[in-house]
């Protein structure tokens, strides 16, 4: 295993192991440098808050049995706790769907479009505007918490063009960052902003481990004086799909699901879907198979790592005062409509992801149904830290009173996913009869993402309607519309057949969400008792049918 590292913290002014921060401030100055987590309990309440662990992967999926080969996860945080069925992101992609975790916002609202310093993926803009207030930094700042990160952070930190890896982000104590996109070796560090290199050595080099020991390492030399946050963000399952030594020979015998729409014709889908071959090449196949297979063998390492944090959190007796999260920046597809290997597509394969969560006051083997999403993981800590949420400018809610088995409170029946393709309005050489602007293509020239795959959707989840509606910003002005009860795999498109009236609340819902901010991304949905639909605001002065605006320039 590779070995500890020395620890240390990320600026002079963060805490250090066996010394209490709160001490060398003058005791008047305390109750307001705390008021905005604790208010009139006072500093004596810091002790007790409750700690914080947020696990992360990287693409891992929850429809096709990403969580299958977790079973010491499940055992030790889902079955002590709760797990969520239906559980989303705001953006099928790495980039803006961490955002969405640090900032508690839609894409829309944090301008963070794809994994690109152009799409804002760790851009100066971004860390001048969106850093500051994400809720590590209020953590810190605010509620006097020790935070510590270790993993991957967005696709393009460490970039030169923005600070390098000398940059440390606001919010953070301890910091142990990986240079731009996941790998497992032959990777750079930023150390509380010094780069430390890594090889190909698995005993001192394997990054899954690597962040595991330093995690421990934190544990140990923390203060406990008070509470912490951590936040470990691993690279697997992504690709390159590099396992552990001891589990390379795993799964031989697994294969990609072979669901419904599994090797199948995207009928009546945007034409991204239609122009994937079907049936697909007997290679294409084999590598999407030895793909999903090699995801799952990473997988183990990060069962290992959750495995070694609950022991010690039981060993240095914090484990029942610390809340453990579990979740994926997004879902991935293999072979789905015949897309080989990605994600960034609307359908539940690409936007659902696995959550799970114990801590103080959840009852243990619970499963939830409730509708939520990634931008809800940050108020719901900032919560449990004791903060008010009406200081923040977040559009998530508080997962709290569900963790809590709470009965009389008010939830969402919808959600917004949204996203805005990436590729250059020109042809690819090496796949001259598609059309301008396609990227992420593969040698037989299907290709998962273009420039106008840009799309919106309300994801509903109600009483009585399981629904998603999309729309495209395209010259089609492309719909799809599925019954998610009776059509769970998403084979048929229903928007020229579903209700107009339906449809027309429906796209009226979309164009609210995309402009929402705060408080009025929480709003009755349309299935909601709350909900109010005015056909005059359909249309603008002149008449004509407004449509939803997508922003071509995020910055």
């Known amino acids: 295993m590779p070995p500890a590292m020395r620890f240390l913290p990320a600026a002079p002014g963060g805490p250090r192991p066996g010394r209490h921060l709160l001490a060398r401030i003058p005791a008047l100055l305390l109750p307001l440098l705390l008021s905005g987590c604790l208010g009139l309990a006072g500093v004596a309440a810091a002790a007790r808050r409750p700690s914080v662990v947020l696990l992360l992967t990287d ?57 690109t310093l152009e799409g804002n993926c760790s851009s100066r803009s971004w860390q001048k505007i969106q850093e500051p207030n994400t809720f590590p930094a209020i953590l810190r700042s605010l509620c006097g918490y020790q935070t510590f990160f270790a993993g991957k952070y967005l696709n393009e930190y460490g970039a030169p063009d923005a600070g390098g890896l000398e940059h440390v982000p606001l919010g953070w104590s301890y910091w142990y960052a990986l240079e731009k996109n996941s790998k497992y070796y032959n990777y750079t ?25 330093v995690s421990l390492d934190f544990l140990d030399y923390k203060s406990n004086s008070e509470p912490f946050f951590m936040m470990i963000s691993t690279p697997a399952p992504h690709s ?39 049936p697909m090449t007997n290679s294409s196949i084999q590598f999407l198979d030895n793909a999903f297979r090699r995801r799952w063998q990473t997988l ?27 979740t994926s920046d997004n879902g991935y597809h293999t072979g789905q409509f015949s897309l080989p290997i990605d994600k960034r597509q609307l359908y539940e ?83 001259p009869s598609l059309s301008p602007g396609v990227s992420q293509c593969f040698p037989d020239c299907v290709c998962e993402d273009a420039y106008n795959n840009t799309y919106a959707c309300v994801r509903t989840l109600s009483s009585l309607w399981n629904l998603q509606y999309c729309e495209f910003d395209d010259q089609e002005v492309f719909v799809e519309v599925y019954n998610m009860t009776a059509d769970p795999d998403q084979i048929t498109n229903i928007a020229k057949s579903i209700d107009p009236e339906l449809l027309g609340k429906m796209n009226y819902r979309l164009m609210m969400l995309q402009s929402c901010s705060g408080p009025s991304c929480r709003t009755p949905g349309v299935f909601d008792p ?26």
């Open 349 to 431: 394969f690409d936007i659902k992801v696995p959550l799970l969560v114990r801590g103080p006051g959840i009852k243990p083997n619970q499963t939830s149904k409730m509708l939520v999403s990634n931008i809800d993981l940050g108020p719901t800590i900032l919560d449990i830290a004791g903060y008010d949420l009406n200081k923040t400018q977040m559009d998530g809610m508080s997962l709290l009173p569900i963790l809590k088995g709470a009965s009389n409170f008010t939830w969402r029946s919808d959600v917004l996913v949204e996203y805005q393709g990436e590729g250059r309005n020109v042809t690819d050489p090496t796949c």
């Open 300 to 326: 183990l390492s990060v069962d290992d790592l959750v495995e070694k944090l609950v022991k010690r959190l039981d060993f240095t007796g914090e484990l029942d005062n610390t809340y453990i999260f579990y």
């Open 59 to 115: 693409d891992q999926d929850e429809v096709l049995g990403g969580m299958t080969p977790l079973k010491k996860t499940k055992t030790l945080i889902g079955e002590m706790g709760i797990t969520f069925s239906s559980a989303y992101v705001p953006s099928a992609l790495c980039c803006p769907s961490r955002a969405s975790i640090l900032t508690g916002k839609y894409p829309h609202n944090h301008h963070v479009v794809n994994n």
């Open 189 to 213: 560090l930023s150390i509380n902003g010094k780069a430390r290199k890594h090889g190909e050595n698995y005993s001192v080099d394997y990054l899954t481990d690597v962040l595991a020991n």
């Open 240 to 278: 390159p799909w590099t396992a552990a030594p001891q589990y390379q020979k795993t799964f031989q015998n697994v294969f990609a699901p072979r669901n419904k729409n599994f090797n199948i014709h995207g009928t009546n889908k945007h034409w991204l879907i239609r122009q994937a071959k079907t």
């Open 530 to 555: 709350g909900y109010r639909f005015d056909l005059r605001l359909m249309f603008s002065n002149h008449g004509s049918i407004r449509t939803r605006r997508f922003s071509k320039h995020p910055l």
